[in-house]
Each structure stands twice: as C-alpha cells, then as structure tokens.
C-alpha cells in the first residue's frame, strides 16, 4: 500500500519559517519524482516546487528565493523547507509522488500565516 504523509505544517507569523516533511512507503522512492502542490480556499492545487529523481529542482515564481525542496532517499522522504513566509501561502500543502503515468497523493498539511 503506497502511502505518503505530511507533516510539519502549522500555524506561523510573517516573515517566519516552517519545513514541510512527506515520508513515503510502499513505492520505490528513488524512483519517483517528487513535488509540492498547494491550494488555497476557493482556488485550485497548483505547484509550489518539484524535484525529480535525479535530484533537479524547479519551483513557482511566487516562492523562488524563498522555498527550498530537498530530498533524502535513504530516508524516503521529500522536504520543503520554506522562509520569509507571507499570508498569501496559506493553503494546504500537498506532498506528490510521480512516474511517468504512476501518480499519488498525500492527504495534506494545513499551513497558516498569519499574526
């Protein structure tokens, strides 16, 4: 059974930092591109940064400088290290697994700035 979970989500003020954690089990890790959705009340999921097997990372336009994903595959885990947090990344924050046409979800971790 393929799993991944979240953590590390919360509630933080402008300006502070959080780091997100996905632990995956059941699918060969290494394999696997791994990414960062969010989606925000009444807007859709998109992405916030991916890096894929290799090790390449991209991200949106409104975190770079900001957010940094990571990997650690001995660890089957992807990170999400994100700083100088704004209210505009509030959202629940969505770990992604993705082969080709082999894709799946985590269930979220809800993330708030706000003072």
């Known amino acids: 059974q393929v799993q991944l979970v979240e953590s590390g989500g919360g509630l933080v003020q402008p300006g502070g930092s959080l780091r997100l954690s996905c632990a995956a089990s059941g699918i060969i890790f290494s394999t696997y591109d791994m990414g960062w959705y969010r989606q925000a009340p009444g807007k859709q999921r998109v992405l916030v940064a991916g890096i894929t097997s290799g090790g390449s990372a991209n991200y949106a336009d409104s975190v770079k400088g900001r957010f940094t994903i990571s990997r650690d595959n001995a660890k089957n885990t992807a990170y999400l290290q994100m700083n100088s947090l704004k209210p505009e990344d509030t959202a629940v924050y969505y770990c992604?697994?993705?082969?080709?046409?082999?894709?799946?979800w985590g269930q979220g971790t809800q993330v708030t700035v706000s003072s």
């Open positions: 992604h697994a993705d082969r080709t046409t082999v894709r799946y």
